[in-house]
């Protein structure tokens, strides 16, 4: 069965760092993957999005990385702040786009 | 949030009873989406809507129901068929449904217990 599968413990890291997270996947050829923040107690916000024929995408301090062949994305903050503190969720949809499947998410603390 | 709300924030519900959740956006968007989400899951989809009176039935649909009159509202109805209905409950809206063009605009959720 499709799976998508996150960093389920929580990564710490000092302010001023980057923080690097992971989102793997099984049994799926996605189009394109998006990345989203979610903060306790509130709805995911959309981040990023990257297409399976782009290897990289930037904004500002992040960035995301998408390997079709390792079936991996990596998700880059770097010059962390206490702010980037939250659950950041990996997204995939197939070529038609009309449903996507969510990953469990991992929690980033960023300690000043 | 995005121009959507959904209220109320928190509810609570007794074993054996049907509750309606409150989706609203103000953002001109065709499709509307409701996920439900569990500590340690992913979210997972219920039910989905590209357009005004049509839904679809995403991957958890059984003993939920919806409704798309208008444009801008999809109430969610949790209906006493649905064994574990504990959980944090958000609605979704985008421009077209085309998910490899459009991104998801997410509310506050709703935090549903039964008692």
């Known amino acids: 069965s499709q799976k998508i599968e996150q960093n389920s413990e929580a990564l710490n890291i000092q302010e001023g760092k980057t923080a690097t997270l992971t989102c793997n996947y099984t049994?799926?050829?996605?189009?394109?993957l998006q990345w989203y923040r979610q903060d306790p107690g509130r709805g995911p916000v959309f981040l990023l999005l990257?297409?399976?024929?782009?290897k990289e995408k930037r904004k500002e301090r992040l960035k995301v990385t998408f390997d079709t062949t390792l079936k991996q994305s990596l998700f880059h903050i770097t010059a962390s702040q206490p702010a980037d503190s939250a659950t950041y969720l990996c997204?995939?949809?197939?070529?038609?786009?009309?449903?996507?499947?969510f990953g469990a998410g991992t929690r980033l603390f960023v300690k000043a | 949030d995005g121009g959507i709300t959904q209220s109320p924030k928190y509810l609570f519900r007794k074993e054996g009873q049907n509750v309606t959740l409150s989706c609203e956006q103000n953002?001109?968007?065709?499709?509307m989406y409701w996920y439900r989400q569990d500590p340690g899951q992913g979210l997972r989809l219920i039910y989905y809507?590209?357009?005004?009176?049509?839904?679809q039935k995403g991957d958890i649909a059984e003993g939920y129901s919806v409704s798309r009159e208008k444009k801008e509202s999809f109430p969610l109805t949790v209906t006493s068929a649905q064994k574990n209905p504990t959980a944090f409950y958000l609605c979704?809206?985008?421009?077209?449904?085309?998910?490899?063009?459009?991104?998801?605009?997410f509310g506050p959720g709703t935090r549903l217990t039964v008692l």
């Open positions: 990257i297409r399976e024929n782009e």
């Open positions: 997204a995939l949809a197939d070529t038609g786009g009309f449903k996507t499947i």
């Open positions: 809507s590209q357009i005004v009176n049509d839904f």
């Open positions: 049994n799926y050829s996605p189009a394109y």
């Open positions: 953002l001109n968007h065709d499709a």
């Open positions: 979704a809206s985008s421009i077209s449904g085309d998910l490899s063009t459009d991104t998801q605009y």
